[in-house]
């Protein structure tokens, strides 16, 4: 016991790390130990003897191990939130029911032969698209804006976009509606639920601005109570 200096549980950090530092009063001395054969026990634990250098190196690449994993973890757990909160989408759905409209023109109207100051040229507005597809079935929303080159036609009824889309022949390329030459096709796949993503959230803003507002007029009606007893 002579060749040793100090005995420590703490790191530089003064914190207990698991392990037991021993300098000794000199290399010899040191490495004498560590390469003993003898087996070191304290209490009921059977301790493994390394250098200091060692120690850090196995310490180092366990942290690194313990880092990878965490990240691992991390990586694993967004993905399984990220797979539950697509799965909710889905639930909250009315699937096949999502008209996409692109390539939006200027309708014109009047004799497009004739160049003519009668002709009428319009942009086709949120009414337009929502009288026309109203014949093939209930509307529950139209997302356009006049101008725009693209709109969503949303039905109330699964499955509907896609009965209208084969009724109107746009499956066969451009349709011609309200005197507007429009592509369509029918929201599928991710693009579906991308589309049902936004308005979820949306829908969700829209909840909770009501749910703001309805707090905010019963505190001032409260207010006003207090005020008049």
């Known amino acids: ?91 909250q759905m009315t699937h096949g029911a999502v008209l996409h409209l692109t390539n939006i023109r200027t309708c014109i109207h009047g004799n497009r032969n004739n160049y003519s100051d009668d002709i009428d040229e319009t942009e086709l507005g949120y009414k337009h698209i929502k009288e026309y597809f109203s014949d093939f079935g209930r509307v529950a929303h139209v997302d356009y804006n006049p101008g725009d080159t ?32 429009v592509d369509m096709d029918v929201l599928q796949g991710e693009t579906e639920i991308d589309y049902w993503r936004q308005v979820v959230t949306i829908l969700k803003q829209i909840q909770r601005k009501k749910r703001v507002n309805q707090l905010k007029k019963e505190r001032r009606m409260q207010r006003t109570s207090v005020q008049n007893s």
């Not at 190196?57 to 399984?80: H, P, S």
């Not at 969503?152 to 309200?178: C, H, P, S």
């Open 1 to 91: 016991m002579a060749d040793i200096l100090t005995v420590s549980a703490l790191n530089e950090r003064k914190a207990y790390v698991g392990a037991v530092y021993v300098e000794f009063r000199s290399k010899d001395s040191m490495e004498k130990f560590v390469n003993s054969s003898d087996i070191l026990i304290i209490g009921d634990y059977m301790l493994d003897k390394m250098t200091k250098l060692d120690y850090y190196e196995k310490n180092k690449e366990r942290t690194k191990g313990n880092k990878e994993r965490r990240i691992r973890k991390r990586e694993e757990d967004n993905a399984r939130k990220k797979e539950e909160k697509r799965q909710d989408i889905i639930r």
């Open 150 to 181: 693209q709109a969503y036609m949303r039905f109330e009824e699964e499955g509907t976009a896609l009965e209208v889309f084969k009724q109107i022949g746009a499956d066969k390329g451009n349709v011609l509606f309200n005197n507007c030459l």
